[in-house]
């Protein structure tokens, strides 16, 4: 057993990473993946949402990127975009250090502006399978350097139908690839997908102990349709937690359900599938910044949440797949923190409530009803944190970027200005160093470069006055 990340192969820099992301003991899936993945070999592995599965792939990948190739290395495949989204982040807080650079590729945004993405240094591509088949097809995507492949969640893409586009996209890449490939289950579709398209790989299902090592207490409370609101308030109450997911069936449900809570003044926002994407990221960032505390969504958005310490899953409506039931209470007990899961149950309901306590092997403690006299006595202390601004939530992403300033400057492409161009000016400045310098983009009509370090507002004020290839560019700290 590994106690510490130092005892793994791996880069300073990505230790340097893992110690600014507080990431202290490789989680179990951690001490499987790591080793097998830095030994180049195919692998399959069973893993639960939360266990810490996204850097079991994440730390190695970094690990093994070579950052003078400017082309794709590795292509992770995803279900969802929230989810893709997630990936992306995990894998340059990781590779901070190493300035491993990595892009997102998913459906509903802008395949133009993905196309221009692409172009860029990009390490490492996350995606969904429809819209990287795309770019695949339309040759947007560089392949030829890919030596990597990680599938995600293969269950779930193969529910949500995705199988064949996965199959398509992996008959595209190079042969001399290593694949890895995440689920939780192994349906049959997912098993012959392995035995098609890896090579001797290594299964790594973890021991009976780390599947049922479970944080979540699973309450149900029986409660007929119309009480349900009502229901919801009390607990929200008498539990008063500082964050919380409420899941509803329908888009319709979450619009009114968060529309009735905004009518109280609770602190609370809706993510679905009928939403722009921007907006879906948009709420997501909030809710992990903690900007509200009570998140009401449907199942699309359930998967990729990943959101550290959310004590409290409201299941508003059961969910009519087994699945989903695991998908959301997934949201919380994550990374060895306990969870509550509460599913309001009604009478009609009870066959869907067997179903799920049969699939997960463990019956739903049948809970009683706050009364009106719990409700009273917490209300003051309720009341008191309703009005009281919310913590924000990302001490370690701070922590994290701390030291790096990103730069934008009005010249790029059209100006004939490549990366190296920033690199040869700025290294030219008295005590920074190629070391110094992060992720460079170049766009059509502006670039972007991070200083690490803490050395920014040096580079900032010093590139007022010098020139990249004799041009003189407007340069100020970037927004984002
Ligand atoms: P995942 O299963 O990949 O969705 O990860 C669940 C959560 O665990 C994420 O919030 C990670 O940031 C966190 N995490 C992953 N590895 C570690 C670790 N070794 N120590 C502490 N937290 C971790």
């Known amino acids: 057993m590994k106690q510490s990340f130092k005892e793994f192969q791996l880069d300073s820099s990505i230790l340097q990473a893992l110690e600014r992301l507080e990431y202290v003991s490789p989680t179990d899936v951690q001490q499987e993946v790591i080793p097998v993945f830095l030994e180049n070999k195919d692998l399959i592995v069973q893993s639960k949402t939360g266990s810490g599965k996204t850097a079991a792939f994440a730390i190695p990948l970094c690990n093994k990127i070579d950052w003078l190739e400017n082309k794709a290395q590795a292509l992770v495949l995803t279900p969802t975009r929230e989810l893709a989204q997630q990936i992306k982040q995990d894998i340059i807080n990781i590779g901070r250090f190493k300035r491993v650079s990595a892009t997102t590729v998913v459906g509903k945004q802008s395949y133009e502006k993905q196309k221009l993405a692409l172009k860029q240094k990009n390490h490492v591509v996350v995606g969904t399978p429809g819209r990287v088949l795309d770019h695949l097809e ?5 392949i030829d350097e890919i030596r990597y492949v990680v599938i995600d969640e293969a269950d779930e893409l193969f529910n949500m139908g995705f199988i064949d586009q996965v199959e398509a996209i992996i008959e595209k890449l190079p042969a001399n690839r290593i694949t890895t490939l995440f689920s939780a289950t192994f349906p049959e579709e997912v098993e012959s997908l392995c ?5 001797a790989p290594v299964t790594i299902k973890l021991d009976k102990v780390s599947q049922t090592k479970n944080p979540i207490t699973h309450k149900a ?36 359900l968060v529309n009735q809570l905004k009518a109280w003044h609770y602190p609370a926002e809706k993510i679905h599938g009928g939403m722009k994407q921007e907006d879906r990221f948009q709420v997501m960032d909030a809710f992990k910044s903690g900007s509200f505390r009570y998140l009401i969504a449907t199942d699309v958005a359930a998967r990729g949440i990943d959101v550290a310490n959310i004590p409290l899953i409201i299941n508003y409506d059961i969910p009519l797949e087994k699945e989903s039931y695991l998908h959301r209470i997934g949201r919380t007990g994550r990374a060895g ?6 599913t309001f149950v009604t009478d009609t309901e009870r066959y869907y409530l067997e179903m799920i306590e049969n699939y997960i092997g463990e019956e739903l403690k049948q809970a009683t009803l706050p009364s009106d006299e719990q409700v009273e006595k917490h209300k003051p202390a309720f ?47 008295e005590g920074i160093s190629a070391d110094d310098i992060g992720i460079i983009t170049v ?7 991070e200083i690490l ?28």
């Open 138 to 142: 339309k040759g947007t995507l560089p």
């Open 195 to 199: 035995r098609s398209y890896m090579d």
């Open 221 to 256: 409370m029986y409660v007929a349709d119309d009480n349900k609101l009502d229901l919801l308030q009390s607990i929200l109450i008498t539990e008063n937690p500082d964050r919380c997911i409420v899941f509803c069936r329908t888009q319709q449900k979450v619009d009114t």
């Open 337 to 342: 923190k306990t969870g509550n899961a509460i």
């Open 383 to 429: 009341n008191k944190k309703i009005n009281q601004k919310s913590q924000p939530n990302n001490r370690i992403q701070k922590n994290l970027d701390q030291d790096i300033m990103k730069l934008y400057f009005n010249g790029g492409k059209k100006k004939k200005i490549r990366a190296l161009d920033f690199v040869g000016t700025i290294t030219s400045i």
């Open 443 to 449: 766009e059509h009509n502006q670039s972007y470069v």
């Open 453 to 480: 370090n803490g050395k920014g507002k040096h580079v900032l004020q010093e590139m007022k006055h010098k020139t990249i290839k004799g041009k003189q560019l407007k340069v100020h700290q970037a927004k984002k």
